[in-house]
């Protein structure tokens, strides 16, 4: 571990970087590019009522994705898991995947990456 990420262990709210899109929001805590780790991604998605992510994959490294909040039909390649609060999926690296919201309330995902540098392919 780099001193600099020794000398900055707390990330501030106001520091963290939000991506806004017609679907909804990232919000991004811990990564390379915020420079507070050398080994994982980590952050929030939040998918609007009725919206969904673009189809993508990661060619560097494993997703995992927890529900906090709304229920999702999350898609891996070609199945379809319909998700709620707790339940967890694993995608492994290059396969498509993404995130549709089929409840009437905003859902809300932990979203955690192998890699400080993770790489999306895919219409974002």
Known sequence: MSSELVNKPVLAASEAITQEFEW?????????????S???TLGKCTIKPGQENPRHYHPNCEEILQVISGTIAHSMGDD?????????????????????????????????????????????
């Open 24 to 36: 909804g929001q990232l919000n991004w805590f811990v990564s390379a590019q915020i420079g507070n």
């Open 80 to 124: 379809v898991f319909e998700m709620g609060p707790g339940d967890t999926i694993v995608i492994p690296p290059n396969i498509m995947h993404n995130a549709r919201n089929v409840g009437t309330e905003n859902a809300v995902m932990t979203i955690a990456f192998s890699a400080a540098d993770r790489k999306t392919v895919g219409e974002f």
């Open 38 to 40: 050398n080994e994982m």
